[in-house]
């Protein structure tokens, strides 16, 4: 008994001292996790520390000053182009609509307003289905985190990433009220095709400010964010808008809008801006002023500290010079024949091709004049037509619409089929064509188009205000996203004929006067170092005997133009051209006179300016002012004029100019109708063709030619190829100005005299023309007595006959 006693009494003590142990080894487990815990804050806490300290700071977040465009204008102050690296307009959210805002939230940080820059529910959610997945695909970041991601941190995906965002979110929360929150995000965000923020986005998709944006128009790009080039509404519209009906389904259910609001908006129409609407319109001329401000201010400055550039450009102007350029290449490209289809393409292709034309015609149906691409899908040979496709519509091109293409050998009869242009067209063939109509035959639209072709040829023009110098139009060749390169300041081209009144003027002012008498005889010069030869010509290849000065610049002779440089001397005209404002170098020997020199067009115009301002140059500028983001004028240019010949030399050569254009190789000019002066140029085998011409208010060159030197074929001229041009944007240039007529100076004096001999006509003479002289040197009536049975006469300046035509037939034999 005693002994179960025992053992019935030990049983309780057993209990109480294996309790006490549990109690002890439960309280050194907990201390042993209160340990753990404890260092793992501590350890936490460091390392948040450390994270912390190589945080960036964002205390110059309140002075937000982020990469914006540098803006270009026109004379009217009319936006013409932008330069930047991140295509961004800064805003005040405060002048959005509330629902502009209200789509950004519901789609991206539903519970903006009530967390603290993290969203644990968010995290979470991400966290679970990354885990799921194996990888990162789904970030939960905040409007907050992406402020901090976008602002101060790499794109890159990873958990530290993420909680260096969390971090900075936090604090930029604290540091920053919630609007001012909402403004730096909508003004950073990525909304695709290269815009930054919503205004730029806005203008982007629409044309319009982000003030103007409807709901539904809202909605669309707050769904951007996601996936800016998945969810493109220029390229994926579908998608776009499953994304749309996502964002109004969201505001609908945070309650923003009315279901039926919702159901209105996806039901709306929307109205991209077309691709084309953002063509520039002056591209050779603000690449030339964003090479200015790069070079002299840095890249830095130009694409990050939005400039505004004031520049002399005119819209209007600038919209003649295009189209005249455009015109008048085309023109002589068709004058050349047509070159077939650059492209044919299988019949399986053909529904993708109009799908992709379709888009890139910004879906609305192509306006009269435009030029565009068309498919050919069928040849009707007995109505003489061709069938064509653009987009989603069917158009046709009529033989009268391709004639320019006929073959020149093909004989045209009424069983020819599409005369002369048989076997050109196939079908699948891609050719280029203008709209000439659209037509409504039963509802369904028809567009009558005809036959173009991209010109191989390159042209450039270049205008300038003569009294100020500030450059009105700049064309630097057919297409800038073909080829950057700026004829009319960087190609150095030789200028031909039309350098000649730099001769002429430079012996004006050496005491010849446009009756000087020169023989228009063979030259040839021999070259014992070269051991060549070398036999000028005029471009008639023959010879006119007895010329004045005036027949021979408005005729443009050039055997009289090599002889008058001999007489004058090669250094003092190329010191006479050089202060006119020509700063290439130029040859010292006589092919000068034939404009041998390689010079730039623009160089070419500021030299024609100084007759346009009776002797004094106007140095040609394009930038009025230039304006930093705070205000501050960085440079303001002014015209600048200063005289550089005698007015009354200046006027003569100017005087003889206008008859250039009256009765000369410029005279498709005369169509003007008013006062106006020029001079053409071609070069050897007709390699470049050239115009210069000028009213008292405008100076404007015309080039045309190829890049690569070869001919511009038979015929093609000055007169013909680059006339035209200069014609089709005057005509539209000085349409609103009044007609102004050239002013002489005092001491010119006009005289009556017979053109062919220079000397003063007689009363009953039916052949006569006012010409002018510097006075003093005019012919008088004891020389109209003196000429001989042809109306020779030695003139005021130069020899007499006998002793002339000595010298003549020396010069021939040097």
Not at 76 to 104: A, C, G, M
Not at 481 to 498: D, K, L, Y
Not at 722 to 745: C, D, N
Request: net charge neutral; proline share 4%; with cysteine.
């Amino acid at each position: 008994m005693k002994s179960k006693e025992k053992r019935i009494t030990s049983t309780p003590e057993k209990n109480r001292s294996n309790q006490s142990r549990a109690g002890r080894l439960f309280l050194k487990v907990c201390a042993a996790f209160f340990l753990i815990f404890a260092a793992a804050g501590v350890c936490a806490g460091y390392f948040i520390y450390l994270l912390d300290r190589d945080l960036p700071s964002i205390s110059t977040l309140r002075d937000y000053r982020p990469s914006i465009i540098t803006r270009v204008y026109a004379d009217n102050n009319e936006l013409i182009d932008e330069f930047y690296l991140e295509d961004r307009r800064v805003i005040d959210i405060k002048e959005l609509p509330p629902h502009v805002i209200q789509s950004f939230i519901a789609a991206e940080d539903a519970r903006f307003f009530s967390h603290r820059g993290i969203d644990i529910h968010g995290i979470i959610r991400a966290f679970y289905r990354n885990l799921q997945a194996g990888q990162i695909v789904q970030g939960g970041s905040t409007i907050t985190q992406q402020v901090a991601k976008t602002l101060f941190l790499t794109p890159e995906k990873s958990y530290m990433r993420k909680l260096r965002e969390a971090l900075l979110a936090l604090k930029i929360d604290r540091y920053l009220k919630k609007h001012e929150i909402l403004n730096l995000y909508l003004n950073q965000i990525y909304l695709g095709h290269g815009t930054y923020g919503i205004e730029a986005a806005s203008e982007r998709y629409f044309g319009k400010e982000a003030k103007y944006l409807t709901l539904a128009e809202a909605a669309l790009l707050a769904g951007l964010p996601k996936a800016p080039s998945t969810y493109s509404p220029l390229f994926r519209l579908e998608r776009a808008r499953q994304r749309q009906a996502y964002v109004l389904s969201r505001m609908e259910a945070e309650g923003y809008i009315t279901e039926q609001e919702a159901t209105e908006a996806l039901d709306a129409q929307l109205a991209f801006r077309k691709t084309g609407d953002s063509k520039k319109i002056a591209p050779h001329f603000t690449e030339h002023v964003r090479r200015y401000i790069q070079s002299r201010y840095s890249s830095r400055v130009l694409y990050m500290e939005g400039l505004e550039v004031y520049t002399t450009l005119n819209v209007s102007m600038q919209k003649s010079a295009r189209d005249a350029v455009d015109r008048g290449l085309r023109e002589l490209d068709h004058r050349q024949g047509y070159r077939g289809a650059p492209e044919n393409i299988p019949p399986e292709r053909f529904k993708g091709f109009l799908g992709a034309q379709w888009i890139e015609l910004g879906r609305v149906l192509p306006e009269r004049g435009q030029i565009i691409t068309a498919l050919v899908t069928g040849v009707n040979h007995e109505d003489k037509l061709l069938l064509l496709s653009v987009g989603p519509y069917e158009a046709t091109m009529d033989i009268a619409d391709m004639g320019w293409a006929a073959k020149k050998d093909q004989k045209r009869t009424e069983t020819t089929g599409l005369d002369g242009t048989e076997g050109m067209f196939r079908v699948g063939d891609v050719i280029e064509a203008r709209v000439i109509g659209v037509l409504t035959v039963e509802d369904e639209t028809i567009l009558q188009l005809e036959l173009e072709q991209e010109p191989e040829v390159q042209g450039a023009l270049l205008c300038i205000e003569a009294r100020t110098g500030e450059i009105k139009a700049m064309v630097g060749g057919r297409d800038f996203e073909e080829s950057e390169f700026n004829r009319a300041t960087q190609a150095v081209r030789q200028p031909g004929s039309s350098f000649k009144p730099f001769i002429y003027t430079a012996a004006f002012d050496k005491g010849m006067t446009p009756s000087t008498v020169v023989m228009d005889t063979p030259l040839v010069y021999r070259d014992t170092l070269q051991n060549s030869t070398w036999k000028p010509r005029n471009y008639e290849e023959t010879f006119y005997g007895p010329t004045t000065l005036r027949t021979a610049l408005i005729r443009s002779r050039n055997l009289v133009t090599i002889k008058i440089l001999n007489d004058i001397g090669v250094d003092y005209a190329v010191d006479y051209i050089q202060n006119m404002g020509i700063t290439s170098p130029l040859a010292r020997d006589l092919s000068l006179a034939l404009g041998s020199s390689g010079i730039t067009m623009i160089e070419v115009v500021r030299g024609f300016s100084v007759y346009a301002n009776n002797g004094e140059q106007a140095e040609p500028f394009f930038i009025r002012k230039i304006v930093d983001r705070s205000g501050n004028v960085l440079e303001e240019n002014h015209p600048s004029l200063k005289r550089v010949i005698d007015p009354r030399i200046a006027f003569i050569t100017s005087h003889l100019l206008q008859g250039a254009v009256q009765s000369g190789t410029g005279w498709r000019v005369k169509a003007l109708n008013r006062p106006v002066a020029g001079k053409t140029g071609t070069t050897n085998d007709l390699r470049d063709a050239w115009f210069i011409g000028y009213t008292p208010s405008l100076v404007t060159g015309v080039w045309v030619g190829f890049d690569d030197f070869r001919p511009l074929g038979r015929l093609e001229t000055g007169s013909r190829a680059a006339s035209p041009i200069f014609l089709y944007f005057m005509e539209r240039a000085l349409e609103s100005r009044p007609v102004e007529t050239f002013t002489p100076p005092e001491g010119v004096v006009f005289v009556r005299i017979d053109p062919e001999t220079g000397i003063p006509a007689h009363s009953e003479s039916k052949n006569s023309v006012f010409e002018c002289y510097l006075e003093g040197t005019e012919p008088t009536e004891s020389m109209a007595a003196g000429t001989d049975s042809r109306g020779r006469h030695a003139g005021a300046g130069q020899k007499d006959l006998g002793t002339f035509l000595k010298s003549e037939r020396e010069a021939l034999f040097d």
